[in-house]
C-alpha cells in the first residue's frame, strides 16, 4: 500500500524520538492512505515552519498484519473503543500503550474540540458518537510506534539493497540467540545503533564488510555502553 506523510519538509528517515506526545494514537510516526489529507497536513506544518510543505510518500508492507509478530490495533470507524482510546492518549499523564501499529480515523480541530465537550459533560458519548456518523467526511491515518513496526514502512525513493536485507535479518538473529535478547529488543537495538546508520549511508561500500566484521561492532558498541543510549 502507498502512504503519504504531510510535513514542512520531506521525511525520507524516520526518527522516533522527534514524534510528539498527546497524539491521537501516543507517540508514533504518522501516515495516512489518503493523499488529499497528507498534503492539508503539510500546508498546515509548512505554514507553522514557513514553508510549503511537503507529502513524502512510502511503500507500506501490509503483511504486517498477517505474517509478523506485531501487535496491531484497528479501528474500521468512529466508534467507542476508538473514543475511548483517543481520549487515554490526549491525557497528558498517560502511559504509553503496547501496540506496534494503530489504524484508525483522525480527531480533526472540530472533533477535537468536541472531545472537550464530551469530556466536560456538555455531550454524551453517544450522541457524540452519532455526531461523527453522520457530520464528518472520511479519514484515515497509521501509526507507527515502535522500531519494530517501522521495518514495514520505506520511503519510496529509497534504493532498497536486498543484501543489506540479508544483513539486518542474520545480525537480529544473531543478537537474539548469542545475546539472549528478545526479538523486539535486538530489532530496537540494531535499527537504532551507530553501525546500522554506517550501513544504510549510500555514500560508503560498509555493507559489503563481512557478517562477522558488522556483528563485531554492534557489540562492541553494547560492550562500551551505548545501549543505553539508543
Not at 456538555?122 to 450522541?127: A, C, H, L, P, V
Request: charged share 25%; net charge negative.
Amino acid at each position: 500500500m502507498k502512504v503519504y506523510h504531510g510535513s514542512y519538509i520531506e521525511v525520507s528517515v524516520i526518527d522516533l524520538s522527534k514524534c510528539e506526545l498527546g497524539r491521537d494514537f501516543g507517540k508514533a510516526f504518522y501516515v495516512t492512505r489518503l493523499r488529499e489529507q497528507a498534503e492539508a497536513w503539510a500546508k498546515r506544518k509548512g505554514r507553522v515552519h514557513n514553508s510549503d510543505g511537503f507529502v513524502t510518500e512510502y511503500t507500506f508492507y501490509e503483511n504486517a498484519y498477517k505474517k509478523c509478530n506485531l501487535n496491531v490495533l484497528h479501528f474500521d470507524n468512529y466508534n467507542e473503543e476508538w473514543l475511548d482510546f483517543i481520549v487515554k492518549n490526549r491525557n497528558p499523564n498517560a502511559s504509553s500503550h503496547n501496540y506496534d501499529i494503530v489504524e484508525g480515523p483522525v480527531a480533526n480541530d472540530d472533533i477535537t474540540q468536541r472531545i472537550f465537550a464530551y469530556l466536560a459533560g456538555e455531550i454524551s458519548k453517544n450522541d457524540f458518537l452519532e455526531e461523527l456518523k453522520f457530520k464528518h467526511l472520511p479519514s484515515h491515518q497509521i501509526a507507527f510506534c515502535t522500531m519494530a513496526s517501522l521495518q514495514m514502512i520505506e520511503w519510496i525513493n529509497k534504493k532498497t539493497d536486498l543484501s543489506l536485507l540479508g544483513i539486518d535479518d542474520a545480525i537480529i538473529q544473531f543478537l537474539i540467540k548469542n545475546k539472549k535478547m528478545s526479538e523486539e529488543k535486538a530489532i530496537d537495538l540494531y535499527f537504532t545503533s551507530k553501525t546500522y546508520k554506517l550501513l544504510s549511508d549510500g555514500t560508503t561500500d560498509f555493507h559489503n564488510e563481512s557478517l562477522e566484521v558488522i556483528y563485531e561492532l554492534i557489540i562492541h558498541e553494547i560492550e562500551q555502553g551505548t545501549e543505553k543510549n539508543f
